[in-house]
Protein backbone atom coordinates (compact mmCIF):
# COMPACT_ATOMS: atom_id res chain seq x y z
CA UNK A 1 0.00 0.00 0.00
CA UNK A 2 1.48 3.35 -1.06
CA UNK A 3 1.54 6.19 1.14
CA UNK A 4 -1.19 8.57 -0.62
CA UNK A 5 -2.96 5.84 -1.05
CA UNK A 6 -3.88 5.48 2.79
CA UNK A 7 -4.79 8.83 3.22
CA UNK A 8 -7.38 8.63 0.79
CA UNK A 9 -8.56 4.96 1.57
CA UNK A 10 -9.64 6.25 5.39
CA UNK A 11 -11.63 9.45 2.77
CA UNK A 12 -13.67 6.71 1.35
CA UNK A 13 -14.40 4.85 4.25
CA UNK A 14 -15.84 7.78 6.22
CA UNK A 15 -17.59 9.00 2.64
CA UNK A 16 -19.32 5.13 3.24
CA UNK A 17 -20.19 5.74 6.65
CA UNK A 18 -21.40 8.80 6.16
CA UNK A 19 -23.48 7.71 3.18
CA UNK A 20 -25.46 5.48 5.51
CA UNK A 21 -25.63 7.47 8.32
CA UNK A 22 -26.90 11.09 6.65
CA UNK A 23 -29.10 8.85 4.01
CA UNK A 24 -31.10 7.25 6.77
CA UNK A 25 -31.47 10.84 8.69
CA UNK A 26 -32.66 12.72 5.90
CA UNK A 27 -35.04 9.80 4.54
CA UNK A 28 -36.76 11.02 8.04
CA UNK A 29 -39.20 13.10 5.31
CA UNK A 30 -40.25 10.45 3.90
CA UNK A 31 -41.31 8.50 7.55
CA UNK A 32 -42.95 11.75 8.71
CA UNK A 33 -45.24 12.03 5.72
CA UNK A 34 -46.24 8.33 6.88
CA UNK A 35 -46.48 8.89 10.38
CA UNK A 36 -48.90 11.87 10.14
CA UNK A 37 -50.81 10.02 7.94
CA UNK A 38 -51.50 7.04 10.17
CA UNK A 39 -51.69 8.84 13.63
CA UNK A 40 -52.80 12.10 12.52
CA UNK A 41 -50.38 13.99 15.01
CA UNK A 42 -49.66 17.72 13.71
CA UNK A 43 -46.63 18.43 12.13
CA UNK A 44 -45.27 21.07 14.79
CA UNK A 45 -45.27 17.73 17.93
CA UNK A 46 -43.68 14.95 15.43
CA UNK A 47 -41.16 17.51 14.05
CA UNK A 48 -40.17 18.24 17.96
CA UNK A 49 -38.62 14.60 17.39
CA UNK A 50 -36.61 15.31 14.93
CA UNK A 51 -35.73 18.68 16.69
CA UNK A 52 -34.69 16.82 19.57
CA UNK A 53 -33.16 14.10 17.55
CA UNK A 54 -30.93 17.52 16.14
CA UNK A 55 -30.27 18.95 19.39
CA UNK A 56 -28.74 15.30 21.12
CA UNK A 57 -27.01 14.28 18.21
CA UNK A 58 -24.79 17.78 18.18
CA UNK A 59 -24.31 17.40 21.50
CA UNK A 60 -23.11 13.85 21.31
CA UNK A 61 -20.75 15.05 18.76
CA UNK A 62 -18.53 16.42 21.42
CA UNK A 63 -17.96 13.55 23.70
CA UNK A 64 -17.88 11.27 20.36
CA UNK A 65 -14.94 13.90 19.32
CA UNK A 66 -12.95 13.83 22.19
CA UNK A 67 -13.17 10.07 22.37
CA UNK A 68 -11.89 9.83 18.89
CA UNK A 69 -8.67 12.07 19.80
CA UNK A 70 -8.36 9.55 22.66
CA UNK A 71 -9.35 6.27 21.44
CA UNK A 72 -9.26 6.66 17.87
CA UNK A 73 -12.44 6.44 15.37
CA UNK A 74 -13.09 2.77 15.18
CA UNK A 75 -14.76 1.50 18.12
CA UNK A 76 -16.48 5.09 18.46
CA UNK A 77 -17.77 4.76 14.78
CA UNK A 78 -18.84 1.18 15.55
CA UNK A 79 -20.63 2.15 18.84
CA UNK A 80 -22.50 4.41 16.85
CA UNK A 81 -23.93 1.92 13.91
CA UNK A 82 -25.25 -0.25 17.33
CA UNK A 83 -27.10 2.32 18.68
CA UNK A 84 -28.66 4.36 15.53
CA UNK A 85 -29.39 0.44 14.03
CA UNK A 86 -31.27 -0.34 17.13
CA UNK A 87 -32.80 3.11 16.94
CA UNK A 88 -34.50 2.73 13.73
CA UNK A 89 -35.30 -1.16 13.97
CA UNK A 90 -37.20 0.61 17.76
CA UNK A 91 -39.21 3.06 14.89
CA UNK A 92 -40.91 -0.08 13.74
CA UNK A 93 -42.62 -0.96 16.63
CA UNK A 94 -44.27 2.77 17.27
CA UNK A 95 -47.55 3.39 18.45
CA UNK A 96 -47.67 6.44 20.41
CA UNK A 97 -45.68 9.93 20.00
CA UNK A 98 -43.65 9.96 22.94
CA UNK A 99 -41.71 6.98 21.28
CA UNK A 100 -40.49 8.68 18.50
CA UNK A 101 -38.84 11.52 21.34
CA UNK A 102 -37.14 8.17 23.06
CA UNK A 103 -35.79 6.16 20.08
CA UNK A 104 -35.26 8.53 17.11
CA UNK A 105 -35.43 11.46 19.72
CA UNK A 106 -32.02 10.32 21.73
CA UNK A 107 -31.14 6.78 20.97
CA UNK A 108 -30.61 7.64 17.24
CA UNK A 109 -29.33 10.50 17.76
CA UNK A 110 -26.34 8.68 20.34
CA UNK A 111 -25.64 7.18 17.22
CA UNK A 112 -25.57 9.34 14.84
CA UNK A 113 -23.34 11.62 17.09
CA UNK A 114 -20.49 9.53 16.26
CA UNK A 115 -20.47 9.66 12.49
CA UNK A 116 -19.89 13.27 11.79
CA UNK A 117 -17.85 14.94 14.18
CA UNK A 118 -15.23 11.15 14.13
CA UNK A 119 -15.58 10.65 10.52
CA UNK A 120 -14.67 14.26 9.59
CA UNK A 121 -11.91 15.06 12.35
CA UNK A 122 -10.00 12.33 11.45
CA UNK A 123 -10.00 13.11 7.33
CA UNK A 124 -9.01 16.73 8.90
CA UNK A 125 -5.99 14.50 10.99
CA UNK A 126 -5.49 12.92 7.58
CA UNK A 127 -4.77 16.18 5.19
CA UNK A 128 -3.37 19.52 5.46
CA UNK A 129 -2.35 20.79 1.89
CA UNK A 130 -5.54 18.91 0.33
CA UNK A 131 -7.71 19.22 3.44
CA UNK A 132 -10.81 20.88 1.56
CA UNK A 133 -10.11 18.46 -0.98
CA UNK A 134 -10.48 15.20 1.29
CA UNK A 135 -12.74 16.64 3.55
CA UNK A 136 -15.39 17.17 0.48
CA UNK A 137 -14.55 14.10 -0.47
CA UNK A 138 -15.50 12.24 2.58
CA UNK A 139 -18.77 14.63 3.70
CA UNK A 140 -20.07 14.38 0.46
CA UNK A 141 -20.85 10.72 0.97
CA UNK A 142 -23.55 11.93 3.53
CA UNK A 143 -25.57 14.44 0.53
CA UNK A 144 -24.82 11.11 -1.69
CA UNK A 145 -26.95 9.22 0.77
CA UNK A 146 -29.52 12.03 1.18
CA UNK A 147 -30.00 11.30 -2.73
CA UNK A 148 -30.10 7.84 -2.58
CA UNK A 149 -31.72 6.80 0.21
CA UNK A 150 -35.34 8.85 0.60
CA UNK A 151 -36.52 7.42 -2.75
CA UNK A 152 -35.63 4.03 -1.30
CA UNK A 153 -37.51 4.05 1.68
CA UNK A 154 -40.60 5.73 -0.22
CA UNK A 155 -40.06 2.77 -2.63
CA UNK A 156 -40.13 0.35 0.83
CA UNK A 157 -42.52 2.29 2.39
CA UNK A 158 -45.45 1.74 -0.09
CA UNK A 159 -44.40 -1.87 -1.06
CA UNK A 160 -44.22 -3.09 2.71
CA UNK A 161 -44.92 -0.12 5.07
CA UNK A 162 -43.02 2.53 6.86
CA UNK A 163 -42.66 -0.30 9.89
CA UNK A 164 -40.89 -2.77 7.89
CA UNK A 165 -39.03 -0.13 6.36
CA UNK A 166 -37.56 1.15 9.21
CA UNK A 167 -36.82 -2.45 10.57
CA UNK A 168 -34.30 -2.92 7.40
CA UNK A 169 -33.09 0.56 7.71
CA UNK A 170 -31.67 -0.37 10.98
CA UNK A 171 -30.20 -3.42 10.32
CA UNK A 172 -28.44 -2.41 7.51
CA UNK A 173 -27.12 0.59 9.52
CA UNK A 174 -25.77 -1.67 12.13
CA UNK A 175 -24.49 -4.57 9.87
CA UNK A 176 -22.37 -1.91 7.25
CA UNK A 177 -21.44 0.75 9.59
CA UNK A 178 -19.74 -2.12 11.65
CA UNK A 179 -18.14 -3.42 8.76
CA UNK A 180 -16.69 -0.07 7.79
CA UNK A 181 -15.53 1.07 10.98
CA UNK A 182 -13.12 -1.08 11.24
CA UNK A 183 -11.26 -0.01 8.41
CA UNK A 184 -10.75 3.74 10.15
CA UNK A 185 -7.12 4.53 11.49
CA UNK A 186 -6.99 7.81 13.76
CA UNK A 187 -4.27 9.48 12.37
CA UNK A 188 -1.32 9.21 9.42
CA UNK A 189 1.00 8.56 12.46
CA UNK A 190 -0.16 5.97 13.78
CA UNK A 191 0.74 3.61 10.65
CA UNK A 192 3.83 5.39 10.39
CA UNK A 193 2.82 8.13 7.66
CA UNK A 194 2.38 11.62 6.67
CA UNK A 195 -0.34 13.97 6.01
CA UNK A 196 -1.11 14.17 2.88
CA UNK A 197 1.03 11.20 2.02
CA UNK A 198 4.53 12.80 2.23
CA UNK A 199 7.38 11.71 3.03
CA UNK A 200 8.32 13.88 5.82
CA UNK A 201 6.05 15.55 8.03
CA UNK A 202 4.49 19.38 7.60
CA UNK A 203 6.19 22.40 8.87
CA UNK A 204 4.68 24.09 11.86
CA UNK A 205 3.37 26.60 9.71
CA UNK A 206 1.83 24.62 7.22
CA UNK A 207 0.47 21.92 9.97
CA UNK A 208 -1.79 24.72 11.79
CA UNK A 209 1.14 26.03 14.28
CA UNK A 210 1.28 25.12 18.26
CA UNK A 211 -1.09 22.53 20.04
CA UNK A 212 -4.53 25.01 20.99
CA UNK A 213 -6.26 22.77 23.30
CA UNK A 214 -9.91 23.07 24.22
CA UNK A 215 -9.55 25.32 26.90
CA UNK A 216 -6.91 27.47 25.34
CA UNK A 217 -8.60 27.60 22.11
CA UNK A 218 -11.79 28.76 24.46
CA UNK A 219 -10.04 31.49 25.54
CA UNK A 220 -9.81 33.41 22.23
CA UNK A 221 -12.40 35.41 20.07
CA UNK A 222 -12.02 33.66 17.36
CA UNK A 223 -13.02 30.32 18.81
CA UNK A 224 -16.65 31.68 19.96
CA UNK A 225 -17.08 33.79 16.50
CA UNK A 226 -16.93 30.39 14.51
CA UNK A 227 -19.31 29.71 17.30
CA UNK A 228 -21.85 32.11 16.85
CA UNK A 229 -21.42 32.47 12.68
CA UNK A 230 -22.31 28.49 12.17
CA UNK A 231 -25.12 28.66 14.78
CA UNK A 232 -26.61 31.41 12.81
CA UNK A 233 -26.46 29.44 9.72
CA UNK A 234 -27.86 26.40 11.32
CA UNK A 235 -30.14 27.65 13.24
CA UNK A 236 -32.80 27.24 9.36
CA UNK A 237 -30.23 24.16 7.95
CA UNK A 238 -33.13 21.46 9.07
CA UNK A 239 -36.18 23.31 7.88
CA UNK A 240 -35.90 21.83 4.45
CA UNK A 241 -34.67 18.69 5.21
CA UNK A 242 -37.88 17.58 7.36
CA UNK A 243 -40.13 19.61 5.86
CA UNK A 244 -39.68 19.36 2.07
CA UNK A 245 -41.61 16.41 1.35
CA UNK A 246 -44.75 17.72 3.20
CA UNK A 247 -44.24 21.07 1.39
CA UNK A 248 -43.78 19.67 -2.08
CA UNK A 249 -47.12 17.50 -0.73
CA UNK A 250 -49.17 20.56 0.02
CA UNK A 251 -48.19 21.63 -3.52
CA UNK A 252 -50.18 18.94 -5.36
CA UNK A 253 -47.35 16.39 -5.88
CA UNK A 254 -47.27 12.79 -5.25
CA UNK A 255 -45.54 10.75 -2.59
CA UNK A 256 -42.77 9.72 -4.51
CA UNK A 257 -42.41 12.74 -6.57
CA UNK A 258 -42.20 14.72 -3.17
CA UNK A 259 -39.25 11.99 -2.13
CA UNK A 260 -37.55 12.69 -4.90
CA UNK A 261 -37.41 16.32 -4.07
CA UNK A 262 -34.88 15.05 -0.96
CA UNK A 263 -32.73 13.53 -3.57
CA UNK A 264 -32.38 16.52 -5.65
CA UNK A 265 -31.02 18.17 -2.17
CA UNK A 266 -28.17 15.20 -1.86
CA UNK A 267 -27.70 15.87 -5.65
CA UNK A 268 -26.55 19.40 -5.07
CA UNK A 269 -25.24 18.93 -1.53
CA UNK A 270 -22.97 16.11 -2.82
CA UNK A 271 -21.62 18.65 -5.91
CA UNK A 272 -21.13 21.42 -3.20
CA UNK A 273 -19.46 19.78 -1.10
CA UNK A 274 -16.71 18.20 -3.93
CA UNK A 275 -16.80 21.69 -5.66
CA UNK A 276 -16.67 23.99 -2.47
CA UNK A 277 -13.67 21.60 -1.14
CA UNK A 278 -11.28 22.06 -3.37
CA UNK A 279 -11.99 25.60 -4.43
CA UNK A 280 -11.73 26.32 -1.11
CA UNK A 281 -8.23 25.19 -1.01
CA UNK A 282 -7.58 27.37 -3.61
CA UNK A 283 -9.36 30.79 -3.04
CA UNK A 284 -9.66 30.24 1.22
CA UNK A 285 -11.83 28.69 3.36
CA UNK A 286 -13.52 32.28 4.54
CA UNK A 287 -14.69 33.18 0.65
CA UNK A 288 -15.57 29.71 0.06
CA UNK A 289 -17.89 30.09 3.01
CA UNK A 290 -19.34 33.17 2.64
CA UNK A 291 -20.32 32.49 -1.25
CA UNK A 292 -22.59 29.27 0.55
CA UNK A 293 -24.55 31.70 3.12
CA UNK A 294 -25.08 34.00 0.61
CA UNK A 295 -26.70 31.43 -1.68
CA UNK A 296 -28.27 29.92 1.27
CA UNK A 297 -29.91 33.31 2.40
CA UNK A 298 -30.85 33.34 -1.90
CA UNK A 299 -32.43 29.92 -1.95
CA UNK A 300 -34.34 30.55 1.48
CA UNK A 301 -36.01 33.33 -0.25
CA UNK A 302 -36.57 30.77 -3.32
CA UNK A 303 -38.83 28.87 -1.58
CA UNK A 304 -41.55 31.26 -1.29
CA UNK A 305 -41.94 31.58 -4.96
CA UNK A 306 -41.97 27.46 -5.61
CA UNK A 307 -45.41 26.83 -6.81
CA UNK A 308 -44.04 24.29 -10.19
CA UNK A 309 -42.07 21.07 -10.03
CA UNK A 310 -38.81 22.73 -12.10
CA UNK A 311 -38.85 25.52 -10.00
CA UNK A 312 -38.85 23.25 -6.69
CA UNK A 313 -35.90 21.72 -8.05
CA UNK A 314 -34.10 24.04 -9.10
CA UNK A 315 -34.18 25.63 -5.77
CA UNK A 316 -33.70 22.77 -3.78
CA UNK A 317 -30.38 21.39 -5.92
CA UNK A 318 -29.06 25.11 -5.16
CA UNK A 319 -30.05 24.68 -1.51
CA UNK A 320 -28.21 20.94 -1.18
CA UNK A 321 -25.34 22.98 -2.88
CA UNK A 322 -25.28 25.72 -0.37
CA UNK A 323 -25.87 23.36 2.55
CA UNK A 324 -23.16 20.96 1.78
CA UNK A 325 -20.63 23.13 1.14
CA UNK A 326 -21.05 24.81 4.44
CA UNK A 327 -21.05 21.83 6.70
CA UNK A 328 -18.28 20.22 4.74
CA UNK A 329 -16.05 23.47 5.43
CA UNK A 330 -17.03 23.52 9.22
CA UNK A 331 -14.56 21.18 10.36
CA UNK A 332 -11.97 22.54 7.71
CA UNK A 333 -12.07 25.90 9.10
CA UNK A 334 -11.44 25.20 12.32
CA UNK A 335 -8.54 22.74 11.57
CA UNK A 336 -7.03 26.08 9.72
CA UNK A 337 -7.49 28.12 12.36
CA UNK A 338 -6.63 25.57 15.52
CA UNK A 339 -4.30 22.87 14.24
CA UNK A 340 -5.28 18.61 14.12
CA UNK A 341 -3.94 17.81 16.65
CA UNK A 342 -7.36 18.18 18.92
CA UNK A 343 -9.79 18.37 15.88
CA UNK A 344 -12.30 15.81 17.95
CA UNK A 345 -12.38 17.89 21.04
CA UNK A 346 -12.36 21.50 19.16
CA UNK A 347 -14.90 20.72 16.30
CA UNK A 348 -16.68 18.13 18.51
CA UNK A 349 -17.69 20.79 20.67
CA UNK A 350 -18.13 24.09 18.29
CA UNK A 351 -20.82 21.40 16.60
CA UNK A 352 -22.59 20.14 19.91
CA UNK A 353 -22.58 24.86 20.34
CA UNK A 354 -24.03 25.29 16.94
CA UNK A 355 -25.24 22.18 15.57
CA UNK A 356 -27.64 22.00 19.03
CA UNK A 357 -29.47 25.09 17.56
CA UNK A 358 -30.71 23.55 14.67
CA UNK A 359 -33.05 21.52 16.41
CA UNK A 360 -35.25 24.62 16.83
CA UNK A 361 -35.87 25.00 13.05
CA UNK A 362 -37.86 22.23 12.17
CA UNK A 363 -40.02 22.31 15.03
CA UNK A 364 -39.97 26.20 14.71
CA UNK A 365 -41.26 26.10 10.93
CA UNK A 366 -43.82 22.94 11.92
CA UNK A 367 -45.10 25.41 14.64
CA UNK A 368 -45.57 27.99 11.97
CA UNK A 369 -47.33 26.33 9.88
CA UNK A 370 -49.92 24.71 12.46
CA UNK A 371 -50.83 28.56 13.14
CA UNK A 372 -50.58 30.39 9.55
CA UNK A 373 -51.48 27.63 7.44
CA UNK A 374 -47.96 28.31 5.28
CA UNK A 375 -44.22 27.87 5.54
CA UNK A 376 -43.76 31.58 4.42
CA UNK A 377 -42.22 33.42 7.58
CA UNK A 378 -40.13 30.28 8.47
CA UNK A 379 -38.03 30.96 5.05
CA UNK A 380 -38.11 34.69 5.63
CA UNK A 381 -36.46 33.90 8.94
CA UNK A 382 -34.07 31.92 7.80
CA UNK A 383 -32.65 34.08 4.81
CA UNK A 384 -32.31 36.79 8.05
CA UNK A 385 -30.39 34.19 10.05
CA UNK A 386 -27.74 33.70 7.24
CA UNK A 387 -27.83 37.30 6.31
CA UNK A 388 -26.76 37.53 9.74
CA UNK A 389 -23.91 34.30 9.52
CA UNK A 390 -22.61 36.44 6.83
CA UNK A 391 -22.07 39.52 8.74
CA UNK A 392 -20.02 37.45 11.63
CA UNK A 393 -18.03 35.63 9.05
CA UNK A 394 -16.59 38.69 8.32
CA UNK A 395 -15.13 39.18 11.75
CA UNK A 396 -13.39 35.71 12.03
CA UNK A 397 -9.70 35.79 11.64
CA UNK A 398 -7.49 32.73 12.69
CA UNK A 399 -6.02 33.31 16.62
CA UNK A 400 -2.39 34.62 17.26
CA UNK A 401 -0.04 31.58 18.07
CA UNK A 402 1.01 33.22 21.16
CA UNK A 403 -2.07 33.20 22.54
CA UNK A 404 -1.73 29.22 22.48
Same mark, same amino acid.
Given at each position: =? %?????? *? ?24 ? /? ?20 ? @? ?10 ? %? ?60 ? &? ?55 ? +? $??? =????? +? ?14 ? *? ?26 ? $? ?8 ? +? ?21 ? &? ?6 ? +? ?23 ? /? ?44 ? @? ?6 ? *? ?16 ? /???? /? ?22
Amino acid at each position: =M %TRPFNG *WFIVAAAFLVLFLAYGTQYAFGVFFS /ALLEEFGWSRASLAGAFSLYAF @AYCLFGFPAGRL %TDRWGPRPVIAFGGLFLGAALAGMALVTELWQPYVLYGLVAALGMGTAYVPCNTTVVRWFVR &RRGLAVGIASSGGSAGTFALPPLAQLLVTAAGWRAAYLLFGLGIFVFVNLVARVMRR +D $PES =MGLHP +DGASEPPSPETAGGPV *WTLGRAMRTGAFWMLGATFTATWIPVFV $PLVHIVPFAR +DLGFSPLVAASVVSALGIGAVVG &RLLMGGVS +DRIGRKPAIAACMALQALTFLGFLG /ARDLRVLYTNTLLFGYSYGGISTLFPAIVGDFFGRERAGALVGFLF @ALAGSMAA *WGPFGAGAIYDARGGYGL /AFVL /ATALNVLALGLLAFARPPRAGLA
